[in-house]
């Protein structure tokens, strides 16, 4: 009798981009004998990194909207096993997954190893805190959805204590500090912003009121400097009309329990601080068997998107380091992950025939940051015009559809269409942030 033998497909990390490649590959491949696809994450639930900001304010409650991996793997053919990666054997191609323990730190799952043929590498990024002085004792990431629920508790809990205290203190204030004029940060200023504004509405509920001040900390000389300078200033208008504070070229040096303090001598109060300054790839990416790195943890891949010494492990997302007109990377974006998970689709496909593999070339359709319900601003970019600015309602709906397009990316149109309806009635009967 004979037996085929099966082509092992393992993708490591279920967020935007890892997510929708096992997805569209357990589809695709879901009736064939010769192929596994197997999804590995630490996380059971996927929610997209996008809306962390949202998740921190209260405004996006991820008990609804996170995705289980395991109803995923079931609705599209593939696995999925719960784990963190521990090292890469590549001569035998196989991983080791960490043993997991519970809070209570009894062993769960002992240490596994899994065999793959193909492996995709889709594990993020997380924040980079350069070495300054006080940030993993005093500040809050956004990189994860416990970590975006952990902000949120405590900004619930601070003002929980504000609204619990006595009378003597009149409009106490509470200050918010965001170290980081990147997307994340100016969305999460937008974002607190506007529920202060609808918390001011409880006030009769209350019988208490607060001032909210948050400000922004960049040490480049504008906001949001790695996007177009006019893009920059528009959003730095609309900021400063919302009553956020913005500090520009202020390199932070050292955050303690209630400041922040900058090169020049700045000590700014802040009650939360909140760290988003920049990206790196995961730790764990050092063990990777000797696959090459670059200065901020990311694998180096080809064109191909397949690692620069072993052409059976690729890299996509926010942990690979992909070359983009000339000496610059592929910028970290939902985009382009996006577009890479596209590819690999194709190149897998290629791969299982013997065929060539296609070559990533990154398109930059532009970027749109959101300032909540405020407004939205950004740029579109295409073949014919070049680059086009849109802001207010244009714009929000583009940004609204990128997240429609990672829906339909992993559930199809019909599926999106009613998660779209149930959301709609969802919050005409709860109110619009979340206050536990």
Known sequence: MNTVKQHSIVILGGGAAGLALASKIGRRYRRSKSVRVMLVDQQLTHVWKPL???????????????????????????????????????????????????EQNNLLSKERNISYDTLVVAVGSVSNDFGVAGVN??????????????????????????????QSVKDPELHISIIGAG?????????????????????DVTEHSMRLNVRIVEGADRILPA????????????????????????????INENAVHTKSGKVIPSNIS?????????????????????????????DTLQTTLDDNIFAIGDCAACIWEGEKYVPPRAQSAHQQATLLVKSIRNRLKGDPLPVFEYR???SLVSLGSYS???????NVIKTVR????????????????????????VRTALFTLSNIFRRSVHPEIKLH
């Open 390 to 413: 849109i802001e207010g309602f244009l714009a929000r709906l583009v940004y609204l559809s990128l997240y429609k397009m990672h829906q339909v990316s992993l559930f199809g149109y």
């Open 52 to 102: 962390l900001h949202e998740v921190a304010a209260g405004s996006f409650d991820p008990n609804v909207n996170e995705i289980s991996f395991l109803a995923q793997a079931k609705r599209c053919g593939f696995k999925f096993r719960l784990g963190s990666l521990s090292g890469i054997d590549r001569k035998e191609k196989r991983i080791t997954l960490a043993p997991i323990y519970d």
């Open 376 to 382: 939205t601003v950004g740029n579109l970019m295409g």
């Open 364 to 366: 930059d359709y532009g």
């Open 183 to 203: 997307a994340t940060g100016v969305e999460l200023a937008a974002q607190l912003r506007q529920i202060a504004d609808l918390l001011d509405t409880y006030g």
């Open 274 to 302: 909140v760290w988003a300054a920049g990206i790196k790839a995961p730790a764990l990416l050092q063990h990777t068997n000797g696959l090459e790195l670059n200065k901020i943890n990311q694998l180096l891949v080809k």
């Open 227 to 254: 996007l177009p300078e006019n893009l920059s200033v528009a959003t730095a208008k609309q900021l400063k009309k919302l009553g956020v504070e913005i500090y520009t070229s202020e390199v932070v040096t050292e």
């Open 137 to 166: 004792e005093h500040c809050l990431y956004l990189d994860t959805t416990q970590q975006a629920e952990n902000f949120h508790k405590r900004l619930v809990r601070t003002y929980t204590q504000i609204f619990s205290s006595d």
